[in-house]
């Protein structure tokens, strides 16, 4: 997924501690590596590394960056950018060096990439944030605005940038608005971000949306958008249902308050099944915790956690150990044995993807002695690759590829798995353009293969 | 407070990943440095670390570290242990070499240090840890059994201990039974921990906890517990109300229920004033989260999230954003704003020690628009210092010593405060032999200074 | 500088083994940084890092470098190569994928970057490195060697390359012989170097220098190399006077023979000052030693050392002591009173380009006693800038620009300054075909600007 | 061995820079470890680390490191020493907290050792450092000097010791003098060192050696020492001979003197062997360098180097190319062949200790094509171990144990091996009491075990 973030603040003192507690807001995004660049107008200096955020910073990195332009990466690693370097990328062009960074993916990466191969390119990761910096290094245009626009109509992606100038930023939203790009201001200083949940930390406010197919520029004249190209929007909804923090705005939209919706829509779909008898409620932390809740508050269902979760896990180099490989779930989540015994569970998780978590959470509650388990999934069944930036190709790994929900429920040892009927899924989101794929293969017609 | 572990196991080859998954479950207890020491038999290994357990080790380490007892140790500074370094220490006396972890405090410390000090001891710590080596060395008995059952004799305080010799794993739990110590069992293999909630993710079963007073003796033989001496049981309340994860058993006691029960005491007390009118309850996460269900189940008032809480900080080096010294603490606590604009709002905190989050919270709630906010507080206010463990010195420190609850409200910008009522902790806990000093200044009097 | 190697080795085991200890050999060529790239047959993997080899590499990376073909590269930073990354880089181009290392500079850098830059060439590094993977990826050859053969005849420069592919080691050599190549074998494993000192410590067998503007291949089938283009020889004399190791082989000179015949070239030059007077004879560390030897057996003048060079001493971070800005020098070259004190001192340098060095040395000679300095220099009067891959871009930094021997002697505080004839040169060196730029100001004509 | 260093100086921003540069120049008598202590007058801050000087500190460490009163160490690790921890150590005894650095042995350490263990003293790590820290801390004298001058008085060994008070230097001087201990001086800051060719880098000046027997203050009113016991004096002789660098001077003598001193004794001992016919000398370098331009200027034989020494190598974690076991030695010593083939060789070196190094050297030289080998030793043969402080605890490990000189030159294939006359060795240096126990067995009666 990879979040995305770019400043241009008066204080070039601030501009990399801004990027830094962004990006640590952004962290959920990618934590794999991240980076910062910005530019002190006359060069662009540059801090990344592999790990978390928190990890790879320290005062004097900040104090080495200076600056009143920056932008900021965090990185997640899908199967196409896994050969790929830390991100800001440095790059040089006939309009001088720059600095780029981006979240998404190029529809027809292989099939440009072999053509620009044969074409003489020399490729040094296997990016397709490389293959845009190719695109706009071999455009014809004299200016940064006429190559991005460019850019944005002929190639065809899901896909959000930012690009870093001596004195500008400039960015792209792709033309289906399928990934997500924030404005935050505060007073003169702009800000780009790949989720708003980064605005209040640096005492930000979020501001909208930057508009699907426009080239945004921040320069020391402030913020100007300029509309290129719109397709029918197809903004990403798995992003409102699992990526994105509860507390962003996806498109003036609360993802926290969609979850909470697809709870209510899930006790509307159920509420035959669960209406008698004593129950409760729960969710699977995190995404699922306000699915939970919007179903319990609109079902009169008692909502209680039954895990705890480690909060300190983010990766583990270490092998679990060996006597019971399943030992390795109860790290992060770990049953809360008094909520559990002897209780009727509606257990909500946001998605099933390839169905190994929620074997072994189910197990985890039969030990713990749940007398019933039913599952709800706050979104559809899965059944098609994503090939817009987010990490699911597919097939036979996809659960739902292999098995109905009933037959799903009995692998597991569950009483019953119910998925959300996809057209629940607009109302709860209130929008209706939404990229639907992975659930029901019609592909946004603009990308190509 | 520290986290400490211990095992025995069959296999040689797993005890240091074991040690290392427990110390990853206690990792709550401490994230300034973790160790782990192993026994080849003939000779202790070590490898210990600044920083969380998962940036410590690696696959090679675990590797090096071969043995069939092991001791393992994560690190949370208080006053006194401020100038230790890494646990477990290392050590010899005259029956041999042993490895030490601990978690406590003895309570005469500085006076028994300037006592041996007077008799030519060479200290190399700060620590009260070093201080029980000392003990140890020094004694005339000629096993480990006699001279521990005498530490717990003559030294006063609230601790527990764990030993690794060559052959063998010797605990301590306090006489008071203050600071926690549990068993864990897997067939022939033997685990001590500071909580239960660490032996699910080595395959192990929580089988009790230690008697307060006594020495534990683990071999090859299995394991064997001798009870020394036993004063009136006085176990640390705030480990329930604050410090142990949900999912730990304390003393055969869920902290997850005190923690939902204490959410019905809070209810109980506040009924009157809030039976009326439209609310909603929410806790500061995490260990007030269960709190707040409680007292929405108890009460039927609605239970909802008001926070995103960022889960990848655990401590940051890097100073806030200058320009609004409160940003910073968007960065933990972000506001879930439709959850929030418009509403009345109770929250519940576990504890206020010196009301700075609060204070913060407040500000950050009413800014995204709550129409009224009512703070409730899990436990009573806190009034005196601990000498048994928790970093809480006070005096001035503690907000609850400068002003009354209304004050507070005033000060925070709430519509009201109200702590939990101290008679209603037993009951919450479900057990009254409780150490309750910083609510009530009644320290056991078995301890001295 | 820079130095490269490459091996093609029957044992995949041993592939990385080698190449760590080959670049130990050739630390003295670079110490920024160091890596290593290594074939499966398949995939290409790479370990580099900032740092002296040591320090870079430990044995579970060369456990992770399976493969039969490598090359590895150690960086010492010109004024072009200021920003470049680490190498060998890691690149595809139409060929396949593919990792370049190198040493040199292409003559016409600049240029040809901008002609790149406006047909629409991303670059990544200013490295004249990247240039030549540019030029490789964009020609309208089909196969390597064709591709490469064009490169050597298109591109002016002094420079010495080798190419990693999957199955295939490629290397260069320029047409001037300028940059050094050696060719090293052991049974049926192959081996180039940028010095023939790393042989021995792999076992192998110096067997040769490559052919001035050829194109080499190894693979499984052995050695072959291509005469492609050659122009009249300049082998870079200061490779013989001051860069290379004293133990390797310069197109078959040993270099510690020239060193020696240069010291006697000096003798013969000043014969009628010195025969006269009880002189000792002594040279600066390291390079300038074998001449002081070589002065010493053919004056029949006393041999011995001045200073105690302090052999850990490659880099440091921290600035000297401020009392005195001097006394860094000491640091490195501490005198060894007792031979020095009262003693007419004839001291051998290799050359002298800022004369900061000299001028030190020459003050802490006179504090430690010495009735006379003589300073003999084994090269002539440097004047002009190189452009072949020397780190000298001259001017007013060119000390000799600023002032005669005599005034030279006199800023010092000197009894006497002599240079090297450039006459005796060619003789000392055995060989007439050599660039001597940077002393007469005659670049080789092929070369262009 | 150990490096140890002392600084008071009036300019407390200059304190941890001065130590620094003194460890960088003291780094040969120790590479495994490193550490600075420095007492802002109210308390003592340390930076310890691993490896060597250089790679340990950087600017930002000597900035946290403000005071006028420090210490500093290099640790190179002998058996007895192998599990200590890094000096300085850090401890704390009833006259207050202190730092201790360390170089040397005491000769009584087991059985000293098991009586403090009987007595009840916890150790924490295997040194006689630690041994030393708990004499001072159980002594039941009240001051400082009276508790160093009654260690000096009862504790047997070699050793030099320097200890960091809050606002004081003490150091002490074995009464034998077998450790060294050198005074430093500028204008009214003073120094100690292992070794006075630290003092140069600082800008100071060495003023003597420490008295032996002697406590020795450094305080706000200048350097004050007080003798408290002397024995016959045994300085080390293998310090002369090998260790110490030849820029020191050990009590007046310059080392770099010595050797050639030596050099000229072996000349004096071989004349009339190699008078006739035509050889070359060498040295080991380096500390037999000195040695051969001794023997080369009393003989009018020529002098060479034979060996082109990588000056990169001080220690290697990576095992040698497995073709060929001896290969390895060829990267610390690769021939010149161009001064060797076809000669007749005199290699001396200091010293044989388990022969290893000498057998590959002569290999090497031979297959670099010399007609004859003769090896001169710079000191007597090796027979009895060391308890003094050098790591040699040999018996059988000792070559010259299992052989004859002559049984010697024909295992390793020389032509000849001459050992210094051991009554040779008191004239070279120029002083009588020396201790010469490896190569006699007269140990100082003062010792006991």
Same mark, same amino acid.
């Given at each position: 997924m990879c979040g995305i973030f770019a400043v241009y603040s008066q204080d070039d003192n601030e501009v990399a501690r801004q990027i830094f507690f962004a990006l640590m807001a952004l962290q959920h995004r990618g934590q794999e590596a991240a980076g910062i660049a910005i530019s002190t107008g006359v060069n662009i200096n540059y801090k990344k590394d592999s790990g978390m955020v928190n990890q790879i910073f320290r005062e004097r990195h900040l104090a080495e960056l200076p600056g009143r332009f920056g932008i900021g990466h965090t990185r997640y690693s899908t199967t196409i950018n896994k050969t790929g370097g830390r991100q800001p990328y440095q790059f040089a062009c006939k309009l001088g060096p720059f600095a780029i960074a981006h979240n998404g993916e190029i529809s027809n990466y292989r099939k440009t990439k072999q053509k620009l191969l044969d074409e003489g390119v020399c490729f040094f990761t296997e990016t397709d944030t490389e293959l845009l910096a190719h695109y706009i290094t071999r455009s014809n245009k004299d200016t940064w605005e006429e190559t991005l626009a460019e850019l944005i109509r002929e190639v065809p992606g899901a896909y959000s940038l930012v690009i870093l100038t001596n004195n500008e930023i400039w960015a792209l939203r792709d033309p289906l608005g399928n990934r997500l790009m924030s404005i935050g201001r505060k007073n003169d200083d702009w800000y780009i971000a790949s989720e708003s949940c980064c605005f209040n930390v640096i005492g930000a406010k979020n501001v909208g949306s930057v508009k699907p197919g426009s080239v945004v520029k921040i320069g020391v004249d402030g913020y100007t958008e300029r509309s290129v190209l719109q397709y029918p929007r197809a903004t990403c909804a798995f992003e409102y249902v699992y990526?994105?923090?509860? $507390?962003s705005q996806i498109d003036d939209v609360y993802v926290n308050e969609v979850r909470q919706r697809i709870g209510v829509e899930l006790w509307d779909m159920t509420r035959d099944r669960f209406a008698e008898g004593e129950y409760i409620v729960s969710g699977v932390p995190e995404s699922a915790t306000p699915m939970a809740i919007g179903f319990a508050n609109a079902s009169g269902i008692r909502y209680n956690e039954i895990f705890a979760k480690n909060r300190y896990i983010h990766r583990t180099f270490i092998k679990p150990v060996d006597t019971e490989r399943k030992s390795a779930v109860y790290l992060k989540f770990n049953p809360l044995v008094n909520n559990i015994k002897g209780q009727r569970i509606i257990l909500i998780d946001d998605s099933i993807v390839r169905g190994n978590t929620i074997e072994h959470l189910v197990a985890v509650i039969k030990r713990a002695g749940a007398k019933e388990i039913h599952i709800l999934v706050g979104s559809p069944e899965i059944h098609y690759p994503c090939?817009?930036?987010? $990490?699911m190709r597919g097939g $036979?790994?996809?659960i739902m590829n292999r098995c109905t929900p009933d037959e799903l429920a009995q692998l597991v040892g569950a009483d019953s798995v119910t998925f959300l009927e996809i057209e629940r899924l607009a109302p709860a989101i209130g929008k209706s353009e939404l990229c639907t794929a992975c659930w029901t293969g019609s592909y946004p017609k603009e990308l190509e293969w």
């Open positions: 990526f994105a923090r509860p $507390d090939y817009m930036g987010i $990490d $036979d790994e996809f």
